[in-house]
């Protein structure tokens, strides 16, 4: 991937910020997003990566962001937040903030990575970082199930629209990642145990495994795999 510009959102922790170092270990120039500072400034030392700063709920920031960002070869979506509450007590609030991180912050940032690389005439790989929480129902998770949804719809469109263009787009569907927004989700045995026994191999996912996946679609490789949505879930809709 020498030489290949790729952004990656939501690059402070976990799957976004092990997808970052593996992209640079490869050779790539990466430009890490992120809304913390902190964590840029971490992530920049250990690599030296370029980094933004923007909360990607903010339509016009992020759209500024993304135009002093540009020309890239590459796009990982992979910012997302969750909200967790019962169907019943999910508010109208904490749905739209979910929504518009986890979905429509991804259309934004790609949609101005493919008009740049459509009026370059290039090519170019959009990874969506999604999960199996958008085909599979999860108590607790009502805004974080439809966001998910909706990305793997939206990405199904993307391919269809853009890769006759040459850009190709597909999706990552982990299970559970020991991400710290994960860890804190899932630390309780009480929730974890029933999760893990319905996955064959019995454990989560590690943000570097999921970043290999990315790193994979992003390559030329991956030339032919266009629309897909592959789950990295140890098995776990296999049942």
Request: hydrophobic share 45%; net charge neutral.
């Amino acid at each position: 991937m020498h030489g290949q510009r790729i952004l990656v959102t939501g690059a402070g922790k976990g799957i976004g910020r092990a997808t970052v170092k593996l992209l640079v270990e490869r050779g790539a120039v990466v430009v890490a997003l992120s809304r913390d500072p902190t964590d840029l400034a971490s992530l920049k030392a250990e690599t030296g990566c370029e980094t933004v700063a923007v909360d990607l709920a903010d339509v016009e920031a992020t759209r500024a962001a993304m135009r002093a960002a540009l020309p890239l070869d590459g796009l990982v979506n992979c910012a997302g937040i969750v909200s967790l509450a019962s169907f019943v007590d999910t508010t109208v609030e904490d749905f739209d903030r979910v929504i518009a991180v986890n979905t429509r912050a991804p259309m934004l940032v790609a949609q101005e990575v493919v008009r740049d690389l459509l009026a370059r005439g290039a090519p170019g790989a959009i990874v969506n970082v999604s999960s199996v929480a958008a085909t599979v129902g999860t108590p607790l998770h009502t805004a974080y199930c439809a966001s998910k949804a909706g990305l793997d719809a939206m990405t199904r469109v993307m391919a269809r629209e853009l890769g006759p263009s040459g850009i190709r787009v597909n999706s990552v569907n982990p299970v559970v990642t020991l991400t710290p927004m994960a860890t804190k989700v899932w630390s309780d045995p009480a929730r974890s145990t029933p999760m893990l026994d319905r996955i064959p191999l019995r454990r989560f996912v590690q943000p570097e495994e999921v970043a290999s996946v990315i790193a994979f679609l992003l390559s030329a490789d991956a030339a032919m795999v266009h629309g897909t949505c592959i789950d990295v879930d140890g098995g776990f809709r296999s049942g």
